[in-house]
């Protein structure tokens, strides 16, 4: 377990450096948690979010690889279904882009929640090649500008022709087809719905009015998709589509998608790490693990360089492991172990899960988010004893 050890000091010099965007409520650990003991062969199930799926199978096989008794398995199945698995205690984790609503908190009482990642929703469009062209013929295979009020148009179905004047008005000396919009949305519950939508009824009140937030919405129009996946592979098949996948997925699938505009309404942003990072920057104040966080958001965040339809990604557990469907202290202390690895690492730490999001189009975790997982994950109890201080399962 070296490496458990060497992730452990990381993780405690960067903490005990000082920063103002720290959490005021921040206890700094001196120590990694236990691990399992030693010989025990444990599987750990998650289910939920497409959103973070590329970066959770990262996660996955190298925590595999560090910890030959432990399995993670995690299935994709959307951040709606992936609540509710973990509402009735199906899985050990769930995993979503969408924080639990009041009524899923009343449903899930006692449920922690972990920040574990920060991403993009990319406008991704699929408009055959060659036929975006600039008004001296040169064609142009990505990067239209699109407003947050035409973005609401075109998803509720009342712009509908490429070459639309709300399109081409932020689209100067470009020529679009006279052909028209297939919208993609998605087909199950879905955080990266949730953050869409939340995003469009925060720029345009017709939305709000007409359709509204939520991981499941009443579409007015288009062909809806499972999973990012789904989402980007119908994409992909049809001419003249539009949709929204997270960032990963468009660059993984070399999908030509949008600039958006910025809140402050005076530059068209693309979505990069960046720009991404720049949409979290001011988040402050964060609720504890125990808390309410209903109502964080990073959408439609000021500044000239920020991307506006960005979302953290969270992963949910129940806080008294006990009470969990065949789970004993091994595999209590396994879960918290996972968490603590995933939330580890990032820009200046070497060891942990973090490391591995840049490379994959996500952002890394600033210190105020750890710091506030990490007092998050001190909450977790076996038994009614707090599982951090337990030193019967020392993994030595």
């Given amino acids: 377990m070296a490496q458990k050890m060497i992730l452990g000091l990381a993780l405690t010099l960067i903490l005990l450096m000082p920063t103002t965007t720290m959490v005021a409520h921040a206890q700094l650990v001196q120590s990694p948690p236990p691990q399992p003991a ?127 004047p709300a399109i081409t008005a932020n689209n100067s000396g470009v020529v679009l087809p006279h052909a028209k919009i297939t919208v993609i949305h998605r087909s199950d519950g879905s955080g990266t719905t949730y953050a869409f939508t939340n995003y469009l009824s925060k720029v345009s009140s017709t939305w709000k009015h007409d359709v509204g937030q939520g991981t499941v919405v009443p579409w007015r129009t288009g062909i809806g998709g499972p999973g990012n996946a789904g989402v980007a592979h119908y994409i992909q098949l049809t001419p003249y589509s539009i949709g929204y996948v997270e960032l990963a997925y468009a660059q993984q699938n070399n999908m030509s998608y949008a600039n958006i505009e910025n809140a402050d309404g005076d530059n068209f942003v693309a979505p990069t790490l960046d720009t991404t990072s720049a949409a979290a920057s001011a988040l402050t104040n964060l609720p504890a693990a125990n808390g309410d966080w209903s109502k964080v958001s990073i959408t439609n965040e000021p500044g000239p360089n920020t991307y506006p339809i960005a979302s953290l990604t969270y992963i949910m557990a129940y806080e008294n492991r006990d009470k969990v469907k065949n789970t004993d202290l091994n595999k209590a202390d396994a879960l918290l172990d996972f968490i603590y690895w995933i939330i580890s690492g990032g820009p200046g730490q070497p060891v942990g899960g973090q490391q591995y999001a840049s490379p994959l189009w996500y952002v890394p975790l600033p210190q105020n988010i750890q710091l506030n997982d990490i007092n998050g994950l001190q909450m977790f109890k076996y038994d009614g004893q707090q599982l951090w201080n337990d030193t019967g399962n020392s993994g030595t």
């Fill in 38 to 164: 030693s010989g025990v062969n444990i599987q750990l199930n998650g289910a939920g979010s497409s959103f973070v799926y590329p970066l959770m199978s990262q996660w996955r096989v190298m925590y595999d690889g560090l910890n030959p008794g432990i399995t993670i398995n995690y299935q994709s199945v959307g951040s709606g279904a992936g609540i509710n698995q973990m509402t009735k205690k199906t899985v050990d984790f769930g995993a979503s882009d969408a924080p639990l609503s009041l009524s899923q908190q009343k449903a899930a009482p006692n449920t922690l929640t972990f920040v574990d990642s920060i991403g993009a929703i990319t406008v991704s469009y699929n408009i055959p090649n060659g036929q975006i062209k600039s008004d001296v013929n040169q064609i142009i295979p990505s990067g239209l500008n699109l407003t947050g009020p035409t973005l609401a148009g075109i998803f509720e179905g009342k712009i509908i022709y490429w070459d639309d």
